[in-house]
């Protein structure tokens, strides 16, 4: 019978891209709740959950690191393929948002050059330079500082974490499908 030494085993890939998942959702949640007071000068719960996540940026960053991160040596094309499969993706996201619980999230009906409201050129432009900085700097920088911390995180408490986590987001994305449901 062969045992494998627990301390030596790794998160596999799709654990890694779950982390991510949870680490870039709650930081744009962060990102979107201090715009949204910058902007009226007092918290507004942002997004769709019930909890401090945002989906779409961890989707967002889970698509980069998986289909764009070949393109990191190639500026125009990571900031084209970006543009276009974030617009599409945020289009799919926003159209199935506004089809399942008929409400929006985003609205760019007032910005030049939109598509029913759900993208916009502006928002394209941005998408291919968020992707730009992501790819060659942020996501290098969290890769490395995760690495070190998943690195002195036991693997069974590594899991339980990522499982623990999936577990809540099912139980918030339930909650919240009932809350707009309804």
């Given at each position: 019978m062969n045992f494998v030494n627990k301390k030596n085993v790794k998160l596999n890939r799709l654990q890694i891209l779950i982390l991510y998942f949870f680490i870039f959702a709650f930081i744009g949640?962060?990102?979107?709740?201090?715009?949204?007071?910058?902007?009226l000068g007092f918290f507004v719960k942002r997004g769709f959950l019930y909890g401090p996540l945002c989906p779409i940026y961890g989707f967002g960053a889970v698509i980069m690191i998986t289909f764009l991160g070949k393109y990191k040596r190639n500026s125009i094309k990571l900031f084209l393929y970006a543009s276009i499969l974030f617009s599409l993706f945020e289009y799919i996201a926003?159209?199935?948002l506004d089809a399942l619980f008929s409400a929006r999230w985003w609205d760019y009906t007032d910005e030049?050059?939109?598509?029913?409201?759900?993208?916009?050129?502006f928002y394209s432009f941005v998408?291919?330079?968020?992707?730009?900085l992501f790819i060659n700097f942020i996501y290098p920088f969290f890769k490395k500082h995760i690495n070190v911390l998943i690195s002195k995180i036991p693997y069974i408490y590594s899991t339980l974490i990522i499982n623990i986590l999936t577990l809540i987001l099912i139980f918030d994305f339930s909650f919240s499908c009932v809350k707009y449901l309804t």
């Amino acid at each position: 019978m062969n045992f494998v030494n627990k301390k030596n085993v790794k998160l596999n890939r799709l654990q890694i891209l779950i982390l991510y998942f949870f680490i870039f959702a709650f930081i744009g949640w962060c990102m979107e709740t201090l715009y949204a007071i910058y902007n009226l000068g007092f918290f507004v719960k942002r997004g769709f959950l019930y909890g401090p996540l945002c989906p779409i940026y961890g989707f967002g960053a889970v698509i980069m690191i998986t289909f764009l991160g070949k393109y990191k040596r190639n500026s125009i094309k990571l900031f084209l393929y970006a543009s276009i499969l974030f617009s599409l993706f945020e289009y799919i996201a926003g159209f199935a948002l506004d089809a399942l619980f008929s409400a929006r999230w985003w609205d760019y009906t007032d910005e030049f050059f939109n598509l029913n409201g759900r993208i916009s050129i502006f928002y394209s432009f941005v998408w291919g330079i968020i992707s730009l900085l992501f790819i060659n700097f942020i996501y290098p920088f969290f890769k490395k500082h995760i690495n070190v911390l998943i690195s002195k995180i036991p693997y069974i408490y590594s899991t339980l974490i990522i499982n623990i986590l999936t577990l809540i987001l099912i139980f918030d994305f339930s909650f919240s499908c009932v809350k707009y449901l309804t």
